[in-house]
């Protein structure tokens, strides 16, 4: 255990479904990110909390909808979501936002939109 | 911008042998840095390795060691004695800067260990 915990583990959802992922890290981290794995793709960066606000957006469709009530939580709002956004979805934390921080990763969502 | 590439979709080897996977990388920078993250089948990334590039020794760690060839942008990974909980994807990652969004993620390759 990397002592990031995401729930679902899996979800199948339809296109005009609303659905949230969850992300919850135990480890006293500063900074949480959500990435997007995509079979036979590299690894996206989707978005950055450190110390609860957003620095960064990789020009993410507004159908995901961060949010980071604290430092320990981060949640992925889903609405209206299209076929091709069928990935796993992985969360991350590091002490702080730094990319040679060692990342720890959650086990992910495996999101099917049907 | 900065590109990362594993050739090798999939590699295979007999347990207690040696494996190589290969990794190759494009930035402009200078100063920059590599890593090695494995995914087992849990899905939890994991660090396996990471090398400086102002470094000219090769990091280790136990059984995993990296060949670092900077003038070629070359970057691979040799796991000796292989264990069948090294069984996993493993991804090679560059970063260069610029942020998080400066960390960019190879596509995997995908290890089998035959007992």
């Known amino acids: 255990e990397t002592g990031v915990t995401q729930t679902p583990r899996h979800l199948v959802m339809g296109m005009t479904n609303k659905k949230s992922l969850k992300c919850e890290q135990h480890l006293g981290h500063n900074a949480m990110y959500w990435y997007k794995q995509s079979a036979k793709k590299p690894l996206e960066l989707m978005f950055v909390y450190s110390l609860e606000e957003r620095v960064e957006n990789n020009s993410v469709p507004s159908r995901f909808s961060p949010e980071c009530p604290n430092s320990s939580h981060l949640f992925l709002h889903l609405h209206t979501l299209q076929p091709e956004d069928s990935a796993l979805y992985l969360c991350a934390s590091s002490q702080d936002w730094d990319p040679l921080e060692k990342l720890f990763f959650g086990s992910g969502t495996q999101l099917s939109v049907l | 911008a900065q590109t990362v590439t594993q050739s090798q979709p999939e590699m295979s080897v007999q347990e207690a042998e040696t494996v190589t996977l290969s990794c190759t990388y494009d930035?402009?920078?200078?100063?920059?840095?590599l890593f090695w993250y494995k995914q087992p089948p849990s899905r939890q990334m994991i660090l396996v390795i990471r090398?400086?590039?102002?470094?000219?020794q090769n990091a280790t760690e136990n059984r995993f060691s990296v060949n670092f060839q900077k003038a070629a942008k070359s970057f691979s990974l040799k796991i000796s004695d292989s264990q069948l909980g090294d069984a996993a994807m493993y991804f090679c990652a560059l970063y260069s800067g610029g942020g998080a969004d400066g960390l960019t993620f190879g596509k995997g390759t995908h290890l089998i260990i035959q007992p």
């Open positions: 930035t402009s920078e200078s100063d920059y840095y």
């Open positions: 090398q400086e590039a102002y470094k000219q």
